[in-house]
């Protein structure tokens, strides 16, 4: 396997720390290329979000920009009305675009490929709308959607949003448990699922884990629509009394029509559930309008979307950045959206770089982990392809390390492509953190300078700004169209989880109310942010974030576990990997059967992501005098450091004996 190490050429033509200028040709072309862009927000503010507001079509006109009267629940373009499937849809049509290509489908099976015109969308949510009427979904019910990368799931998405009916996707890869504990918390009583899918080569199912699943949920679910995606590679399953083939249900409402429902500006569009420092998972609101003029802006202004582009984000829709950058926002400005089942290894490592080639995708935006992945196999993948159409390139998810993005830059972009290296959160619903590809430098490692309009900066633990290259923790002050609202249910774990920290709490003035994402950062002389990660107990593997209480729990649940501290440690393609380090109960050997029973504890309670990359057993944890784990000390053991002070442990002796135990290649 040919390693990036020997490449010198690369590495002496791009020595770290260069600064990278927007390539001329992109500028020329670009949606957004005015400097002044930056002082116009700034001198505007609040009524410059009007021009994110402006990329839609709204039923009615909102009166109020922001309502900032009761801090931190914000609320934006008050007064106004719309509806997202009209937006994503309709409106395209209307324009006589209708023939135009909105969704390219790209199967796992290489010879499996669908094409969704606007007007073959419109008339596929359409007839979904209508079958979701008929089983009883009414406006505001939540409708969950445990899908993999079929078309099926962006048609539901578009045709809950049609009647109003906000919808919680399960990234399919989820475990069972994991799917019932969303559906509790949002009391959905709708289901959206499939039969299985292909993971290289294989059918996997997925019913039986659905219905798993479903056996943990404490309500009623009334109705269980299932994709047929298998076809005869299926597993046979019978449906059960309240489950309907997707299929069989649509060919009754063949050619109907549903109005799209006029949604208040602040009406719940989604509930997106994502992990925190507690066990119990997040479910984040985000709303019609502001979320959706947040995506469709951004759309334009970082990934300089326009609707004659084939634009491609590889993510999955199982997590915000599909939500954002392969459904709302590119459907929104009316793209054409590439939607791929597979992975990149799948059946070659080129898979990628085929299907740039095949459907000439202008802009590609992708993860960190992959990149460095690509890195790893080596450039004679994407030197078999054309890869000329490319315009853009972007990154998320987690930090980028300059030799990646440098590699991204030259063998990808063919240094002819600006590289967008965006921050951002579920819970901001679109990017915040990135330069402007036309208008700022490029600095490899650094996202960049805060979005227009948004007020980000780096402070101390007292809310002082830092200094140029101190470290830090990212703040936010100013609210913005697409943040969430609340957590679903729970108004009070909405303010402690990201307002108690930097906020007068007491106050009534927006001006007190700080947004903490509980990242740390740095920033430079020239306003650029570099974000370091999460300072909370949360971890970052291949740009999904895991509690690691969560992992905890689902560890000591394992019979023989008497005690277990999760961590991350630092891992060449993931970013992170999860550490467990264990103590075993009397009577119990930490052996391998333990080992895997373990891991798949973890893959029972969340799924295979959460899968420890090293389980380390010991007799002891080392914890402070109060009784505390230092997970730090145990962050340090897995990444192989030196460890500093270990005197204020009450057990500084485990250290040691943990040490030797972890496997440090
Ligand atoms: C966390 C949010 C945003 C969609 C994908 C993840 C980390 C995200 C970057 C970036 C450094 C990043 C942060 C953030 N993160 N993008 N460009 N550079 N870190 O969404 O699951 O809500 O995770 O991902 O730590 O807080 P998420």
Same mark, same amino acid.
């Given at each position: 396997m040919?390693?990036?190490?020997?490449?010198?050429?690369?590495?002496?033509?791009?020595?770290?720390?260069?600064?990278?200028?927007p390539?001329?040709?992109?500028?020329?072309?670009?949606?957004?290329s005015d400097?002044d862009?930056?002082?116009?927000?700034?001198?505007?503010?609040?009524e410059?979000?009007?021009?994110?507001?402006d990329?839609?079509?709204?039923?009615?006109?909102?009166?109020t920009?922001?309502?900032?009267s009761?801090?931190?629940?914000?609320?934006?373009?008050?007064g106004?009305?719309?509806?997202? #499937?009209?937006?994503?849809i309709d409106?395209?049509?209307?324009?006589?675009?209708?023939?135009?290509?909105?969704?390219?489908?790209v199967?796992?099976?290489?010879?499996?490929?669908?094409t969704?015109?606007?007007?073959e969308?419109?008339?596929?949510?359409e007839?979904?709308a209508a079958?979701?009427?008929?089983?009883?979904?009414?406006?505001?019910d939540i409708?969950?959607?445990?899908?993999?990368?079929?078309?099926?799931?962006?048609?539901?998405m578009?045709?809950?949003?049609r009647? +109003?009916?906000?919808?919680?996707?399960?990234?399919?890869?989820?475990?069972?448990?994991?799917?019932?504990?969303?559906?509790?918390?949002a009391d959905?009583e709708?289901?959206?699922t499939?039969?299985?899918?292909?993971?290289?080569g294989?059918?996997?199912?997925?019913l039986?884990?659905?219905?798993?699943?479903?056996?943990?949920?404490?309500?009623?679910?009334?109705?269980?629509?299932?994709?047929?995606?298998l076809?005869?590679?299926?597993?046979?399953?019978?449906?059960?009394?309240n489950?309907?083939?997707?299929?069989d249900?649509?060919?009754?409402?063949?050619?109907?029509?549903?109005?799209p429902?006029?949604?208040?500006?602040?009406?719940?569009?989604?509930?997106?559930?994502? #992990? +925190?420092?507690?066990?119990?998972p997040?479910?984040?609101?985000h709303?019609?309008?502001?979320?959706?003029?947040?995506?469709a802006?951004?759309?334009?202004a970082?990934?300089?979307?326009?609707?004659e582009?084939t634009?491609w984000c590889s993510?999955?829709i199982?997590?915000?950045?599909?939500? #954002?950058?392969?459904?709302y926002g590119?459907?929104a400005?009316?793209?054409?959206?590439?939607?791929?089942?597979?992975?990149?290894?799948?059946?070659?490592?080129?898979?990628?770089?085929e299907i740039v080639e095949?459907?000439d995708?202008?802009?590609?935006?992708?993860?960190?982990?992959?990149?460095?992945?690509?890195?790893?196999? +080596?450039?004679?993948?994407?030197?078999?392809?054309d890869?000329?159409?490319?315009?853009?390139?972007?990154?998320?998810?987690?930090?980028?390390?300059?030799?990646?993005?440098?590699?991204?830059?030259?063998?990808?972009?063919?240094?002819?492509?600006?590289v967008v290296?965006?921050?951002w959160?579920?819970?901001?619903?679109?990017?915040?953190?990135?330069?402007?590809?036309?208008v700022?430098?490029?600095?490899?490692?650094s996202?960049?300078?805060?979005?227009?309009?948004?007020?980000?900066?780096i402070?101390?633990?007292?809310?002082?700004?830092?200094?140029?290259?101190?470290?830090?923790?990212?703040?936010?002050?100013?609210?913005?169209?697409?943040?969430?609202?609340?957590?679903?249910?729970?108004?009070?774990?909405?303010? @402690?989880?990201?307002?108690t920290?930097?906020?007068?709490?007491?106050?009534? @003035?927006?001006?007190?109310?700080?947004?903490?994402?509980?990242?740390?950062?740095?920033?430079?002389?020239?306003?650029?942010?570099?974000?370091?990660?999460?300072?909370? @107990?949360v971890i970052?593997?291949?740009g999904?974030?895991?509690?690691t209480m969560?992992?905890? #729990?689902?560890?000591?649940?394992v019979?023989?576990v008497a005690?277990?501290?999760?961590?991350?440690?630092d891992h060449?393609?993931?970013?992170?990997?999860?550490?467990?380090?264990?103590?075993?109960?009397?009577?119990?050997?930490g052996?391998?059967?333990?080992?895997?029973?373990?891991?798949?504890?973890?893959?029972?309670?969340?799924?295979?992501?959460?899968?420890?990359?090293?389980?380390?057993?010991?007799?002891?944890?080392p914890?402070?005098?109060?009784?505390?784990?230092?997970?730090?000390?145990?962050?340090?053991?897995?990444?192989?450091?030196?460890l +500093?002070?270990?005197?204020?442990?009450r057990?500084?002796?485990?250290?040691e004996?943990?040490?030797?135990?972890?496997s440090?290649?």
């Amino acid at each position: 396997m040919p390693d990036q190490d020997a490449d010198p050429e690369l590495e002496a033509r791009l020595p770290e720390g260069e600064v990278f200028e927007p390539p001329e040709s992109f500028v020329e072309q670009a949606n957004v290329s005015d400097p002044d862009i930056y002082d116009e927000f700034e001198q505007n503010w609040p009524e410059c979000w009007e021009r994110a507001a402006d990329h839609l079509s709204w039923d009615e006109e909102y009166d109020t920009v922001l309502d900032d009267s009761n801090p931190p629940f914000y609320e934006w373009f008050t007064g106004g009305e719309l509806n997202a #499937s009209y937006n994503c849809i309709d409106r395209h049509v209307e324009d006589g675009r209708g023939d135009e290509e909105a969704l390219e489908w790209v199967g796992e099976p290489t010879d499996e490929t669908r094409t969704y015109t606007y007007s073959e969308l419109q008339r596929e949510v359409e007839e979904f709308a209508a079958a979701l009427r008929d089983r009883g979904v009414e406006e505001d019910d939540i409708v969950t959607l445990y899908m993999p990368m079929i078309p099926e799931l962006p048609i539901a998405m578009l045709a809950c949003a049609r009647i +109003g009916a906000p919808h919680s996707v399960v990234f399919a890869g989820f475990s069972a448990d994991a799917l019932a504990t969303r559906m509790n918390s949002a009391d959905s009583e709708y289901l959206v699922t499939c039969d299985g899918y292909y993971r290289r080569g294989d059918p996997l199912d997925h019913l039986e884990k659905t219905n798993e699943g479903l056996e943990g949920v404490e309500h009623e679910v009334s109705d269980v629509v299932v994709v047929d995606r298998l076809g005869d590679d299926g597993f046979g399953h019978d449906l059960a009394a309240n489950q309907t083939d997707y299929d069989d249900l649509v060919a009754e409402f063949e050619g109907a029509e549903v109005e799209p429902v006029p949604r208040d500006a602040e009406d719940m569009l989604f509930l997106m559930y994502t #992990s +925190g420092t507690t066990g119990q998972p997040k479910g984040v609101k985000h709303t019609t309008g502001g979320y959706l003029s947040y995506a469709a802006w951004t759309s334009h202004a970082v990934l300089d979307v326009k609707p004659e582009d084939t634009y491609w984000c590889s993510a999955d829709i199982g997590w915000i950045t599909g939500h #954002s950058y392969i459904v709302y926002g590119p459907l929104a400005l009316g793209t054409t959206s590439v939607m791929y089942e597979g992975t990149p290894d799948y059946p070659d490592k080129d898979r990628l770089w085929e299907i740039v080639e095949e459907y000439d995708v202008n802009q590609l935006y992708t993860a960190p982990t992959a990149i460095r992945a690509f890195m790893k196999w +080596g450039k004679e993948y994407p030197d078999q392809h054309d890869l000329s159409s490319l315009r853009l390139l972007g990154t998320v998810g987690e930090p980028i390390n300059p030799r990646a993005w440098k590699w991204y830059y030259t063998h990808i972009g063919d240094e002819d492509c600006p590289v967008v290296d965006t921050w951002w959160q579920t819970e901001t619903g679109g990017m915040m953190v990135t330069t402007l590809p036309a208008v700022n430098d490029m600095k490899p490692g650094s996202a960049g300078p805060p979005l227009p309009g948004i007020d980000a900066n780096i402070v101390d633990t007292t809310g002082e700004q830092v200094g140029a290259g101190e470290a830090g923790y990212l703040t936010v002050n100013n609210p913005w169209p697409g943040m969430l609202r609340t957590l679903y249910d729970n108004d009070e774990r909405f303010i @402690d989880e990201y307002w108690t920290e930097y906020s007068d709490t007491d106050s009534s @003035d927006a001006d007190d109310w700080v947004y903490f994402p509980e990242d740390g950062a740095t920033v430079d002389e020239d306003g650029y942010i570099t974000v370091l990660g999460r300072v909370d @107990d949360v971890i970052n593997v291949s740009g999904h974030r895991l509690g690691t209480m969560e992992i905890e #729990s689902a560890i000591v649940g394992v019979e023989g576990v008497a005690e277990a501290a999760v961590v991350g440690g630092d891992h060449e393609l993931k970013g992170e990997a999860v550490y467990a380090y264990v103590i075993t109960e009397d009577g119990y050997d930490g052996d391998e059967d333990l080992r895997e029973r373990i891991i798949a504890g973890v893959e029972d309670a969340i799924g295979p992501i959460a899968r420890p990359e090293e389980v380390v057993f010991t007799t002891e944890l080392p914890k402070t005098r109060s009784g505390k784990i230092m997970r730090r000390l145990l962050e340090d053991i897995a990444n192989g450091e030196t460890l +500093g002070n270990t005197s204020t442990l009450r057990n500084p002796e485990v250290v040691e004996d943990i040490q030797s135990k972890v496997s440090n290649d």
